[in-house]
């Protein structure tokens, strides 16, 4: 199997002096060719930025993405996105079957050849017959199922999805989701996908990597060996999928990840970042109201997510605290 | 059920067309009578100025559909004018306004020089644009241009600086060279708002038209001017009530162009 993607010592820091924020800290990881592979952390841990950084449409601070093996600067040809929000990314003034042809516009497709893929691929996505419609005519799963089928047109090396299918109901999040796995092998592509949905992370994924909070790091990095065939109903209920989710929960729902600092050095001595400082001196003044202390921290992190990763991670301390 | 309300809602939709005409009718009904009532020379009967106008306009040979040599002489130069400057002013406006709006600076620098340039009220420039043009057509193109310019480039700033960034992260994610750029994201995302801009810019072009003409000597600006001091007030009135009718008519028109350019958007639904 070829590597598809190399990621290393990827860091973006937002704005400048007083006002930077590191939304990701040398991050590290490959993904192989074929692979499916999601990636999930908490909300605002910076998973947007990376994706946003791999696909060269915004320059890292630092570290390199590689993608089968060139150097990406600039917006890879072999590469394309799905965006969460689907209402704002198809064009409204195309119809659908516009939308999808658009980005074959630029390259050397006949007419006609154009409007066979077209038609071709929204119908692999089961949208046969409403080409002539305008996006705003269909359903919100439907408008993702179009922006999916636009991205697949010109059959991209690498799929890259952010958050695809977070503003769609349940029933339809399931049906795309079996969408996504099955063009993925039909077309062999390989797909990173983010998320901050477990199940669905795990539902997804041949590989599943864990985002530490805001600035993200990765923590864990879990191969998913669920049967290939998925089923929404059977591979849920099946004990293998229950204990890999909460293999992920737990993962997410550690102080590594939440960032709180105090009993970090208490589980995991080996914390992967520089907040070494600030933990120390959190353990020492903290023992329940870890808010005041977070004062250093929160320069990182708005107070919301603060008081938040605060409140998560205040059920488990107790008994951390006693086992230290 | 549902083809009830379908038809109630045409109903109610014809039913206020017909309304809107029907007060139209009364407007007319209503001067009619204080015409009769005032018996002025300045204020002539209804039925006088449409009489009138038919008699001006519809003088002409049966080959020529009876149109009268002031349809050719007066109406069509006229309209000429306004619309060949709105398009030159449209075609320029929207060019300038891409320009400004795409770049970073730009409007920094000239945002308030032209904020100042469209507060001018247009009708003070005309000695000038006389002095700078002399007395013709050139000189009515010039203030209907000056004057419909800064609408349409101000909202085609507008309209290229509100391209969604999600649209834009996308086009780019697409591949989207630079010289489709332009014509496939930015203008077509921008046309809600450059048409907003013809719009307004179309009813000053009719108005800056008259103006010009009634200064400059041509055209019905002309007529109103002739007929006001040879005391043929029914006449003027008629051509009063004829850019009524042409400023209407040419909105209208834009509408349905606008309708058909801007098919896309949702508000716009295909039943209405
Ligand atoms: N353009 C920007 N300028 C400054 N800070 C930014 C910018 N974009 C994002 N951030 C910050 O970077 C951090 C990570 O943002 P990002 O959008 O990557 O998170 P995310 O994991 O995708 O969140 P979500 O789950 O809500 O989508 C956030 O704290 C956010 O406030
Ligand atoms: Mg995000």
């Known amino acids: ?324 | 059920m549902s083809t009830t309300t379908a038809a109630a809602n045409r109903g109610r939709v014809l039913g206020s067309a017909a309304v809107t005409w029907l007060v139209l009718a009364a407007a007319l009904l209503l001067w009619e009578l204080v015409a009769i009532g005032a018996d002025s020379v300045y204020f002539p009967r209804m039925t006088d100025i449409i009489a009138t106008g038919a008699d001006v306009l519809l003088s002409g040979p049966a080959w020529r559909l009876m149109l009268g040599d002031a349809v050719f002489e007066i109406v069509l130069p006229s309209l000429a004018t306004a619309l060949g400057a709105w398009a030159l002013s449209a075609a320029l406006g929207v060019a300038l306004g891409t320009a400004l709006g795409r770049s970073s600076w730009a409007m920094d620098y000239c945002g308030t020089l032209i904020s100042f340039l469209r507060s001018v009220p247009p009708v003070t420039l005309m000695p000038a644009f006389m002095v700078m043009f002399g007395i013709g057509v050139q000189m009515e193109i010039a203030a209907i241009v000056f004057s419909t310019l800064w609408p349409i480039v101000l909202n085609t700033v507008d309209g290229v600086r509100s391209v969604d960034q999600v649209k834009i992260d996308t086009a780019r994610s697409l591949g989207t060279p630079r010289r489709y750029w332009i014509g496939m994201i930015v203008l077509p995302a921008a046309m809600p708002k450059i048409f907003a801009g013809l719009r307004l810019s179309l009813s000053i072009a009719i108005l800056l038209m008259v103006v010009a003409e009634i200064v400059g000597g041509s055209g019905i600006g002309l007529r109103i001017s002739t007929t006001q001091s040879t005391v043929q007030y029914t006449e003027m009135w008629f051509w009063v009530l004829l850019l009524g009718v042409l400023g209407y008519a040419l909105n209208t028109a834009l509408l349905a162009v606008e309708r058909l350019v801007l098919g896309w958007q949702p508000a716009r639904g295909d039943d209405a």
């Open chain 1, 1 to 324: 199997m070829s590597t598809m993607l190399e990621v290393s010592g990827l860091t973006h820091q937002y704005g400048q002096g007083e006002r930077a924020h590191v939304a990701v800290q040398d991050l590290t990881f490959t993904i192989e060719a074929g692979q499916l592979a999601c990636i999930v952390g908490p909300s605002g841990c910076g998973k947007s930025t990376l994706l946003r950084c791999i696909s060269g449409l915004i320059p890292a601070t630092g570290g390199s993405v590689r993608l089968h093996g060139d150097e990406v600067s600039g917006v890879p040809d072999d590469l394309a996105v799905v965006f969460q929000d689907y209402g704002r990314s198809l064009f409204p003034w195309l119809t659908v079957a516009k939308n999808v042809e658009f980005p074959l516009r630029w390259q050397k497709v006949s007419k006609a050849e154009r409007q066979r893929r077209a038609a071709e691929v929204l119908e692999s996505v089961g949208l046969a017959g409403v080409g002539k419609k305008y996006p705003w005519q269909l359903s919100g799963g439907m408008q993702q199922r179009v922006s999916i089928a636009r991205a697949l047109v010109s059959r991209p090396a690498l799929l890259l999805m952010d958050e695809p299918f977070a503003s769609v109901d349940a029933q339809t999040r399931g049906e795309l989701e079996d969408l996504t796995r099955r063009v993925q092998r039909d077309l062999g592509s390989t797909i990173l996908l983010v998320t901050h949905d477990i199940d669905e992370s795990v539902y997804l994924a041949d590989r599943v990597l864990v985002l530490s909070k805001s600035p993200a790091a990765i923590v864990a990095d879990l191969a998913i060996d669920l049967p290939t065939e998925r089923d929404q109903i059977a591979t849920r209920e099946s004990e293998q999928f229950v204990s890999l989710r909460g293999e992920v929960a737990r993962l997410l729902q550690s102080p590594q990840v939440q960032r709180t600092g105090e009993n970090a050095p208490a589980e995991t001595p080996a914390a992967t970042t520089g907040t070494d400082d600030t933990t120390a001196s959190d353990a020492t003044a903290a023992s329940e109201t870890t808010a005041p202390a977070e004062a250093t921290g929160a320069a990182l992190s708005d107070g919301a997510d603060t008081a938040e990763a605060a409140d998560a991670a205040g059920s488990p301390d107790p008994t951390a605290a006693s086992r230290s």
